[in-house]
Every structure is written in structure tokens, then in C-alpha cells.
């Protein structure tokens, strides 16, 4: 296994800010999207470098029109206790984030169902996974479902990413991304539209990544609280490491 942490991750954003402290990540092209415009913590913060950091990160996002304040700390640290009281104390919804990895050999193997075409999101059937990506993402709001439309047309002409569509008997049922490095393949976006699921399509689109990212290391990242994680342990990846994240809406 290639060794692999947090910092391998792919983070749709750019850095306009860093010291020695954070790195404060930007992406103007869609400033709701939190998981792109954020502060990531080098090392743990004092109480006080907290506060001020905060009060950097929500003047520079109210510029911008934006009502979110968002921060994740360094990889496998536990926070201090007088941030953790200083954050539940100041409205913050705090959650962590898992690691996982596997070699794709280690994949199990998946049973060949006919009724599953997995094909590579080309130029044909592009417009099929907007399609299935905004009814998706419809549950978060349309101005949020718009958007996601709008990346994945910026995101359809980079060759690093690859998008990667499921059909259950001719209709379109799911999707994932992959965004390649030399090292590694990141499972990201897997979804299975809902009236689809178990029937080994989401399985399937993780084997097709295996099969053709051989020599690559798998990543993926999950929710701490989201019990997909098991799964993710049941198909035989490894465990890496956690970080913790907290966000906070101004206003609510």
C-alpha cells in the first residue's frame, strides 16, 4: 500500500492566503460550496489564534457575499477541550472526516450482472449525467444543484478528473468521479440514485475504477458519522486517519 494521507486528497479551490498556521482555500466560481472555501489548520491553534482566524475568515467571506465560516483541523489530532467548548459554545456543527485506502487486487470480486453497463462519461451520454447529477443534487437546493452543473462542465475538460456513469437496464442509475494523480485514484461523488440501490451497482463503479487504475492506490474520503463507512471496511479498505471539521452558517 502506497502510504497516503489527508494531504492527497483533492481540493477543489485555490489557496489566496497561508502562514504558518493555515492555508485559507477559495473558489469564487462557487462560493456555497464549503468544502472549497475554508481554512485548513497546519497545526492546532491556540484559543486565540481560533478567534482570530475566524474573525479573518468571516470578514473576508462577507466581502464576498458569502454567510459561511468553515475550519478543518490537522490529520489524527485530537482538539483541545477549551476549543471544543469554545466551538459547541459558538454554534458550530462539528463532525470528522475518515481516510480510507486499498490496493485494487484487494477489491473483492463483483459478481457480472448484464443488466449494468458502466461506461466512461463521454461527449454521448454527458448530458445524461448532468441529468442524474442535478435530480441528485435537487436535495440541496436548486441554486446548489445549478451550480454542481456548472463545475462538472468546467471539470469535463480536465484530464485528471474522470467521470464515470451506470445504467441499470438502459436507464442512467448512478455515478462517480475519479481524480487521478500519480500515485493515486479518489473515488469522489459516488451516488446511486435512490430507487437503484442495492443491486450492486455502486460495487460495480468501484470495480471499474479498480480494474482501470491498477497501479494506483484508491482513496476515498467518508463521513465519520455515515454508516457507509462499514461498507467501505467490508470491501477491504484500510483505514488511514481522521480529521475534524467544524462549519458554522452566520446568521443562523
Known amino acids: 500500500m502506497k502510504q497516503v494521507t489527508f494531504d492527497d486528497i483533492y481540493i477543489l479551490g485555490c489557496i489566496v492566503a497561508e ?34 482566524a475566524e474573525n479573518y475568515l468571516r470578514e473576508f467571506h462577507l466581502r464576498q457575499g ?12 485530537q482538539l483541545e477541550r477549551e476549543l471544543v467548548d469554545y466551538l459547541n459554545g459558538s454554534g458550530y456543527e462539528n463532525g470528522f472526516l475518515e481516510l480510507y ?16 453497463d458502466i461506461q466512461i462519461v463521454t461527449d454521448k451520454n454527458f448530458e445524461t449525467y448532468l441529468d442524474l447529477q442535478y435530480k ?37 442509475a448512478g455515478y ?6 500519480d500515485k493515486t485514484a479518489e473515488i469522489d461523488n459516488l451516488t446511486v440514485e435512490e430507487s437503484f440501490q442495492k443491486k450492486g451497482i455502486g460495487s460495480r463503479l468501484q470495480k471499474f475504477v479498480m480494474d482501470n487504475y491498477p497501479d494506483k492506490a484508491v482513496i476515498l474520503v467518508a463521513d465519520g458519522e455515515d454508516t457507509v463507512r462499514e461498507m467501505y471496511m467490508k470491501q477491504n479498505y484500510q483505514y488511514v486517519g481522521f480529521q475534524y471539521e467544524v462549519q458554522k452558517i452566520e446568521g443562523d
Open 176 to 181: 462517480v468521479d475519479v481524480i487521478t494523480t
Open 19 to 52: 502562514n504558518d498556521l493555515y492555508r485559507h482555500y477559495h473558489y469564487p466560481e462557487m462560493l456555497i460550496r464549503y468544502d472549497s472555501n475554508f481554512i485548513e489548520f497546519k497545526k492546532q491553534p491556540s484559543l486565540t489564534e481560533l478567534k482570530e
Open 101 to 116: 485506502a486499498i490496493q485494487p487486487d484487494q477489491f473483492p470480486e463483483v459478481e457480472d450482472q448484464p443488466d449494468i
Open 66 to 77: 458569502q454567510k459561511h465560516v468553515k475550519f478543518c483541523f490537522p490529520e489524527n489530532v
Open 136 to 172: 441528485q443534487d435537487l436535495e440541496f437546493g436548486s441554486k446548489f444543484a445549478r451550480a454542481k452543473i456548472d463545475l462538472a462542465k468546467r471539470q469535463f475538460t480536465e484530464s485528471s478528473i474522470i467521470k464515470i456513469i451506470a445504467f441499470y437496464k438502459g436507464n442512467p
